[in-house]
């Protein structure tokens, strides 16, 4: 071979290997799985939004607890709670509810707050009942409970299921049976069942993306002083009335925040808009007072920072959501729904 002939094959081994380059270059590039996000906040207007600090399950002198429902609604007020819901629970106090305010003394309208008829069932798995008056002391299954909150027009809500020796198939058949259960609590007070948190991960992991699971924080509150402020919802609505609050609990239009300290320790940090952009595939959160933040896809820790890189996820990504952090203090998102395409 001459010179000449040299040259040339080594342009041409240059110019292929370059154009190989290249394709492997966008081939890693485009590796990622593409995925529409089935997103819970997609109609939330972040300019105008009102957000709703909320108690769902609290307890009052009714049932087992130290204050009478009216001190309770006034402790909730001036924590600068706006919904909130007294449930007593079935077995021990009012069956029937401990319904209405104005019975104690206490007008939700005039106090610029949203009253929840609601009740804990107890003698089963405990269950939060909202906007009905179902109560059974003598229900024999969590069937017969979750078939009457049905029947009766209301909405579900597990309560501390770390509490029960229950497994992750039982809470799938339910989930799948019933469309008004909304969700669990995840944190119950103080955090008493940190296991709660990987049991949503494991039932977000097979639901999703086409059952959503919500989150819920409650104080589960029984003496003001020792569990009040520490675990709540955050709603997010357009206005404040009782049918946007059941939108917002039906939609997953909220977010929920444990607070380890309460009132006593640093300010919770704020999540103030979402966005989902579905051409460059990212979940971008803007924060303000967070030290950090860390997205979650079942059931594993895969990213951190204030975007999701959707295309970085493992292909067997069913949902994603994500954890603010300041000193402590956590907001919770819904989980996103991540549907190949």
């Known amino acids: 071979m001459n010179l000449l002939n040299m040259k040339r094959s080594g342009y041409v081994l240059t110019f292929f290997s370059f154009i190989l380059f290249l394709i492997l270059s966008i081939s890693w590039h485009c590796s990622g799985t593409p995925r529409q996000v089935i997103n819970p906040y997609t109609h939330i207007n972040w300019q105008t939004v009102e957000k709703h600090k909320a108690a769902l399950h609290s307890h009052t002198s009714a049932g087992e607890a130290e204050q009478e429902p009216s001190v309770v609604i006034d402790m909730y007020r001036e924590r600068g709670y706006s919904v909130v819901a007294l449930t007593d629970h079935d077995t021990n106090g009012p069956v029937e509810t401990t319904w209405p305010w104005t019975d104690f003394g206490r007008d939700p309208e005039a106090l610029g707050m949203v009253a929840i008829q609601g009740n804990e069932i107890s003698k089963v798995h405990h269950i939060g009942s909202h906007f009905n008056d179902y109560g059974n002391p003598d229900a024999e299954s969590e069937d017969t409970v979750l078939t009457s909150i049905g029947k009766h027009g209301g909405l579900a809500i597990f309560h501390h299921p770390g509490r029960y020796q229950k497994g992750v198939d039982w809470y799938l058949d339910k989930y799948r049976t019933y469309n008004h259960l909304l969700g669990q609590e995840v944190i ?48 997010l609505m357009p206005e404040l009335n009782k049918e946007e609050v059941r939108k917002a609990m039906r939609n997953g239009s909220s977010f929920f925040v444990y607070s380890p300290e309460g009132a006593k320790g640093p300010a919770v940090p704020e999540i103030t808009s979402i966005s989902v952009d579905d051409q460059d595939q990212t979940i971008m959160i803007t924060t303000t007072g967070h030290d950090s933040l860390r997205w979650i896809a079942n059931g594993q820790l895969v990213q951190r920072g204030n975007t999701a890189m959707l295309r970085d996820l493992p292909v067997s990504a069913t949902y994603i959501r994500a954890e603010v952090f300041r000193s402590g203090n956590v907001i ?10």
Do not use: E, I
Not at 191 to 202: E, F, G, K, L, V
Not at 332 to 341: D, E, I, N, S
């Open 188 to 235: 119950n007070r103080k955090n008493r069942y940190p296991q709660d948190r990987s049991n949503w991960d494991s039932l977000l992991t097979v639901l999703m993306p086409d059952r959503p699971v919500w989150g819920f924080a409650s104080d589960d509150m029984h003496k003001p002083g020792a569990d009040m402020g520490y675990s709540w919802v955050v709603f």
């Open 332 to 341: 919770f998102t819904q989980p996103f729904g991540l549907k190949k395409l």
